[in-house]
């Protein structure tokens, strides 16, 4: 084969591999802003779905298309609540796994300026049930898959950071049932959390302060002014008053933790 033929094969399979590619988009892509994310998961329509091979909450992974862009997308509909649930080493009462929690969760990050750190959930029926839809994102794996092949962290600062305001997110929400596949890792070491289904417990006390190290400054702020009024308002529908309480208590214990740990160690220490 001459060179000519071989330089216009190679550029023939890239232009194909540039079509096969090009339907499709990332989270992080800036074509799409989150607001135009949320429109495509509210109304494209599903071309294609099956059960996701994680999790035990029956979730599915849906392709959707709007005639322009082709991406997937994670729906869960589980809500059930028990009054007793047994664990085996422990009981629950009250117990509640619900994918509104899903929908109140990104809605306080929103609140809070972290909402980069969830992927982009919206409330959509599909095969008769109402459940969140959030983006597909863009990951190479979880932490579980990360801790059990040792693979280290190219920036521990960054990594670090990352992982600072997800432990404020998680003791703000109280997940009772926080594991590591819940935490995903991006091409580029970006971490992400998903699924709150058994988030937002109605106690007033954190789960687990010795989790909050450091915390980012902008955050501490959000924290600092977030309002209660307009966060019922915004979760009206997925959170009871009992359950927007218990966020507002802790985030009081939060912000006051912090602040007696910048008495304590000094403000560089802490905040970042």
């Given at each position: 084969m001459d060179m000519r033929r071989l330089i216009g094969r190679r550029f023939l399979i890239a232009v194909m591999m540039c079509v096969l590619v090009a339907p499709f988009v990332t989270a992080e892509d800036p074509a799409l802003s989150k607001?135009?994310?949320?429109?495509?998961?509210?109304?494209?329509?599903?071309?294609?779905?099956?059960?996701s091979?994680?999790?035990?909450t029956h979730t599915q992974r849906l392709t959707l298309s709007d005639g322009k862009i082709t991406h997937d997308a994670s729906f869960q509909t589980i809500d059930e609540r028990k009054a007793r649930m047994d664990f085996g080493n422990r009981t629950e009462l009250n117990f509640v796994d619900s994918y509104k929690y899903?929908?109140?969760?990104?809605?306080?990050?929103?609140?809070?300026?972290?909402?980069?750190?969830?992927?982009?959930?919206?409330?959509?029926?599909?095969?008769?049930?109402?459940?969140?839809?959030?983006?597909?994102?863009?990951?190479?794996?979880?932490?579980?898959?990360?801790?059990?092949?040792k693979i280290p962290v190219p920036d521990t600062d960054a990594w670090n950071n990352q992982m600072y305001r997800i432990r404020v997110f998680d003791e703000l929400v109280y997940d009772s049932d926080p594991n590591l596949t819940n935490?995903?890792?991006?091409?580029?070491?970006?971490?992400?959390?998903?699924?709150?289904?058994?988030?937002?417990?109605?106690?007033?006390?954190?789960?687990?302060?010795?989790?909050?190290?450091?915390?980012?400054?902008?955050?501490?702020?959000?924290?600092?002014?977030?309002?209660?009024?307009?966060?019922?308002?915004?979760?009206?529908?997925?959170?009871?008053?009992?359950?927007v309480t218990g966020v507002l208590a802790r985030r009081d214990k939060i912000v006051t933790y912090f602040q007696q740990l910048v008495t304590q160690k000094g403000e560089a220490s802490v905040l970042y």
């Open positions: 607001e135009e994310i949320k429109q495509f998961l509210l109304t494209a329509k599903v071309v294609h779905a099956k059960d091979r994680k999790g035990i899903n929908l109140a969760a990104y809605t306080l990050a929103e609140m809070l300026g972290v909402d980069n750190m969830l992927p982009v959930y919206v409330e959509r029926k599909y095969g008769g049930q109402m459940g969140s839809l959030s983006w597909w994102l863009p990951v190479k794996m979880d932490e579980v898959e990360r801790v059990q092949h935490v995903l890792i991006g091409e580029d070491w970006k971490i992400w959390r998903i699924d709150f289904t058994r988030a937002f417990r109605t106690s007033k006390d954190l789960k687990s302060p010795s989790d909050l190290v450091r915390c980012d400054r902008q955050l501490l702020e959000k924290l600092r002014i977030l309002d209660g009024q307009a966060f019922a308002k915004r979760t009206k529908g997925y959170l009871t008053k009992d359950e």
